[in-house]
């Protein structure tokens, strides 16, 4: 179980002098992880498209591609250019670019021209804005998670759309098909549930096929449904690349190691240093790691404090992370150092804007959080005065 996860010596260094609340990563952990992946994926590179939205770092970009991993996604402006910059090969923005946005793709896909740079559309309207933009197509599939993409059962609207991308002189380059919503269900209920949908996703691929239109890629399967997608083995007899993109992974948090089995062998990559600064109530400590350290998007407890079972942590504020202490156990001191691993690692990491990497026990460097939020809304110096009301 997570609350009996050891606090061992890679997690302690002297931390007298360091302000909290701190992001740290491990990089012997982050590359142990990603070599745990390649060899579930059999040594086989190409079989995943990372999603940068949890590694943010150019460091941790870097070590992916040094590892021989050229194919990624993204879902911002800011993580396109960031990976674009840090020699990735090939890049989807998997988020739906409209107006300003899709504009400035098409500038980064012009700096860049030896990127390969692919989209998402649900609609013509979207194709339209990508002609004779050298940008290719990758039709969104909506696998029930109601986010964006077409219904998976409305196949001739995905054949009417791949048609609509070939009209307009674009590269079709696969559907993209996230099934993010099943991480919900306990195994076997998940792995049930996302070959069901992976049957309708194949019966697409073939409709498409004789409908003349050739299907050269398929995306599939976060961190939840990654093993499902592993134990799929039509996917490894497909006319098509099939690439899993799961991106918690590389760091790994408390949800990710909840849904993964134990025997993979993944372990925390960046955890939250955080401090007691009070003792509010009897059994209740608060550390300085609210909301805004630790992302709460994904419920109460937002944490686990590695190595202490017995701190259960409670709904947090913006600076403030109370914390239960179970009857009978030591209560933390004030200025007592506490190891957070986040439920949601993805925009913990997008909380900071520097992470310290730790080695045996020293830190190392000091690293910017270079995909951090987004791009400036303003990117070109314009004729117009910009003013705000004060």
Known sequence: MLQELPCDQRYAFGIEELLTPALVMYPDVIAANIDRTLKLLEGDTDRWR?????????RTLRLLIDRGIRNFKCATTLELLVACQNGVSDVLIAYPAIGANARRVQDIAQQFPNVRISVLAESEEQVEQWRATGVGI?????????????????????????????????????????????GNLSEPERTQASHRGYDQLLRIVSELKHSGIHVSEMITSGTPTFPCALAYESFRRGNFVHRVSP???????????????????????????????????????TCDAGHKAVSADAGVPTCVVLGHPELTPLSPSEEHLPIAVR????????????????????????????????????????????????????????????????
């Open 247 to 285: 991106g918690t992974i590389v760091y790994c948090d408390a949800t990710s190691l909840q849904q993964l089995p134990s025997e993979y062998g993944y372990q925390p990559a960046a955890l939250v240093l955080a401090r007691v600064v009070s003792h509010p109530h009897s059994g209740i400590v």
């Open 327 to 390: 009857e009978g156990a030591p209560t933390p001191q004030l200025g007592d150092a506490l190891y957070l691993l986040p439920r949601h690692i993805c925009p913990t990491v997008n909380n900071f804007d520097v992470a310290l990497l730790a080695r045996n026990g020293n830190i190392e460097s000091l690293e910017t959080v270079t995909a951090r939020g987004h791009e400036s809304p303003l990117l070109q110096t314009s004729s117009r005065t910009v003013s705000a009301n004060n």
């Open 50 to 58: 990372v999603h940068i939205k949890t590694a943010k770092l150019a």
């Open 138 to 182: 990758f039709i969104d599939i909506n696998p029930g998670m109601n986010r964006t993409g077409i219904e998976q059962s409305q196949t001739k609207r995905i054949v009417s759309l791949s048609r609509a991308i070939a009209d307009a002189a674009l590269d079709f380059r696969g559907l993209h098909y996230y099934d993010g919503q099943l």
